[in-house]
Nanobody, 121 residues
Framework: QVRLVESGGGLVQTGASLRLSCTAS?????IAWFRRAPGLDREVLGVVTWESLIRYTPKTVEDRFSVSRDEANNGIILQMNNLKPEDTAIYYC?????????????????WGQGTQVTVSS
């Protein structure tokens, strides 16, 4: 069982930056950040893989968000800049042991508890 622990969430004002970290108990093939806003489905924010060294950020957030590998902790970091109220959500880290590059949340077997990010206007 892979354990994932997120940290770095909080309450910030519009325009602020936050850096979320996720540490994993062991290295998985892929590790990703998702978020779930109230009333919406989970949305992928970034994926990194270890073997093929893929680093992916969707176009919807690539101008403000970026992901990077945390080698020391088998984890992933999400850097968020110029935050907006619509970024308010619970942010989750997820790991996938199976191979292949996937962005759909259903493909990820392991999930952290999530960290709340609230952006005030």
């Amino acid at each position: 069982q892979v354990r994932l622990v997120e940290s770095g969430g909080g309450l910030v004002q519009t325009g602020a930056s936050l850096r979320l970290s996720c540490t994993a108990s062991e290295r998985t093939h892929s590790i990703a950040w998702f978020r779930r806003a109230p009333g919406l489905d989970r949305e992928v924010l970034g994926v990194v893989t270890w073997e093929s060294l893929i680093r992916y950020t969707p176009k919807t957030v690539e101008d403000r968000f970026s992901v990077s590998r945390d080698e020391a902790n088998n984890g992933i970091i999400l850097q968020m800049n110029n935050l907006k109220p619509e970024d308010t959500a619970i942010y989750y880290c997820a790991g996938r042991k199976a191979g292949g590059f996937r962005v759909d949340p259903e493909a990820y077997e392991y999930w952290g508890q999530g960290t709340q990010v609230t952006v005030s206007s």
